[in-house]
């Protein structure tokens, strides 16, 4: 019995180590993620002015093909004005020349804002160019730190593996399986000291006769309270 509680304290203390190494591990690739969606974040930013730029690019477009179109009528209207032999007919055509020509100055006024909004899109495009370059490389360097993180932590993780099945070959298949079972019950801790008449598992205080027991080491004793595999420290050595 001597000897299970030993392997069993060993193995409760890989498994922590190990649970601490996951647990690292997966806050390193929560962190990973993290920065992902920051750069993805900055390129949908981009991509929503990209989208304003072409549409601002095509309202520009239409508005100059009106434009020619009513400058083309202005010359046609002209042209016209030359033959005409009646005042009623040149007053006609007078006033179609004269409210195209005011259609042309507001379809002119028209263009030159969406010019201008174009050029400030333009350049708020540039800048966050600029800036997700330097956000790109950032995060590359962080991601790669953490990556060595993670590398060197599954590195230990898999020495302790091997380490953690030599630990658990030298118990029983039905003992493994007791304290894995019990592990999951009770977040990860399945083997816990009993000291000064406490369960260190759970805080509360042992029945006496729970104590005796654990000296004649008989068999394993567990907590009454929170079902832990309970050991006394100078029971190790
Ligand atoms: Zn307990």
Same mark, same amino acid.
């Given at each position: 019995m001597q000897k299970n509680l030993v392997l069993l304290e060993e193995l409760q203390r890989m498994d922590l180590r190990i649970d601490g190494h996951n647990a690292a591990k997966l806050k390193l690739q929560e962190e990973m993620a993290a920065l992902d969606a920051k750069i993805a974040e900055a390129r949908a930013a981009k991509g929503e002015r990209e989208e304003a730029l072409a549409a601002l690019e095509e309202e520009k477009r239409a508005l100059e093909e009106n434009l020619e179109t009513e400058a083309d009528n202005i010359t046609r209207s002209d042209a016209r004005l030359k033959e005409i032999k009646t005042q009623k007919e040149y007053q006609a055509v007078s006033k179609e020349i004269s409210a195209a020509r005011k259609l042309k100055a507001e379809l002119e006024e028209q263009v030159l804002q969406r010019i201008s909004r174009i050029e400030e899109l333009r350049a708020e495009i540039t800048t966050q160019e600029e800036t997700l370059g330097e956000l790109e490389k950032g995060v590359d360097a962080e991601k790669g730190e953490r990556q060595v993180k993670i590398d060197e932590l599954d590195r230990v993780n898999d020495g302790d593996l091997v380490e953690r099945e030599k630990v658990a070959k030298g118990l029983s298949a039905s003992t493994v399986k007791r304290y894995e079972a019990l592990r999951e019950r009770r977040q990860g801790l399945a083997v816990v000291e009993a000291r000064d008449g406490s %369960?260190?598992? %759970?805080n509360m205080n042992l029945p006496p006769q729970t104590y005796n027991n654990m000296y004649k080491l008989n068999e394993l004793i567990t907590c009454p309270h929170c079902q832990r595999m309970l050991f006394l420290r100078d029971q190790l050595t």
């Open positions: %369960c260190l598992g %759970c």
